[in-house]
């Protein structure tokens, strides 16, 4: 969570973003107070205090810097949507790992295992092309869950092993590492 006005951001468990979203995904409004520990968040009938991970976290410029010139753009809803419903057939042993790729038709995320598999396409805008990558379908759903924005453009960076998550009216950047895959199941769906 970088700072609006240049400070240093702050780190927190993917358990404890979890459980904002959960507690004020509906406010309106939502207080935040950092201190050298931990994070309160609060509005006028619910309060919520975490531990911070690190403390503050000055280095946090190199994952969120320069996002690269590909990009998926994407209604956030529908995309979220599309992980949720496929995030259930991802196995734990393999890290919840959905496969992602750019194709044709849209934004292409694919699950699959020994014992089946499935691929959906969301509608999207693809600058570039867009490599297939695995990404944890829980994290994924999670940073698409933090924005409010209806679109959010996604950009690969296979070079640095991330995906960056932005929206334009929105001062969130979010950053996940990319996860192997071992096939070719979000090549592109088979459309006949």
Known sequence: MPMSDNRPGVVLSAETVNSVLRLFGKADVVNAVVNANSVFFYTDSTRFCSSLLVGTYPNYLPLVSAPSAESIVVSRESCASTVALLETFASKELGHRLQCAGSEDGFVIAVGSQT???VDVVE???????AAFGINGMFMKTML???RASSIALHPDHRNRRIMFQADDEHLTGVI????????LASGPKHE
Do not use: H, V, Y
């Not at 999207?124 to 867009?130: V, W």
């Not at 590492?177 to 070719?184: E, F, H, K, Q």
């Open 124 to 130: 999207a805008q693809i600058n570039g092309e867009i």
């Open 177 to 184: 590492a990319m996860m192997n895959i071992a096939t070719d």
């Open 145 to 147: 869950n933090s924005f």
């Open 116 to 118: 089946g598999g499935s």
